[in-house]
């Protein structure tokens, strides 16, 4: 066997502690919630191309959009998403009030985190859009 193999990823009294104190989820629905991301992700890590096979749409509109919500979730830069990042990032998009959902778009457009989006970010936001529509960016 590989040495791979032997890293089985475990959810820890202190994942668990942080994710409490951190979203809006119960130890019950923390465990819920590792139980499927490694059902799914057995290495304890999520990558693009895995959330791109999750997603269905065309394979030039998954990739814009994980990018995008690459840029938000993976909070180390790693490239991955691990499971404390994956529960942070499921918290913050279903949340529930108007307020709440605005928050968190400004947070995945204000690429620098300066509290504002620049003409530069905003030229960026549209530029995605119509990526994800198909138009070259040139045209957009």
Not at 69 to 86: A, N, P, V, W
Not at 97 to 109: G, I, N, Q, V
Not at 117 to 135: Q, R
Request: hydrophobic letters at 30%; charged letters at 35%.
């Amino acid at each position: 066997k590989k040495n791979s193999d032997k890293h089985c990823p475990k959810l820890t009294d202190e994942d668990i502690e942080y994710l409490k104190q951190n979203t809006r989820y119960d130890e019950g629905e923390i465990r819920e919630w590792f139980s499927g991301f490694i059902s799914v992700c057995p290495s304890g890590i999520l990558d693009k191309e895995k959330i791109m096979d999750m997603y269905d749409m065309p394979r030039q509109k998954a990739k814009i959009f994980v990018t995008q919500i690459f840029k938000l979730f993976d909070k180390d830069g790693s490239g991955s998403i691990t499971f404390r990042e994956f529960v942070l990032a499921t918290n913050m998009t279903s949340c529930n009030s108007p307020e709440d959902k605005l928050r968190w778009a400004f947070k995945m457009y204000d690429k620098d985190g300066s509290g504002t989006i620049d003409m530069e970010e905003l030229t960026d936001i549209v530029v995605t859009f119509y990526d994800m529509e198909g138009v070259d960016r040139e045209e957009a």
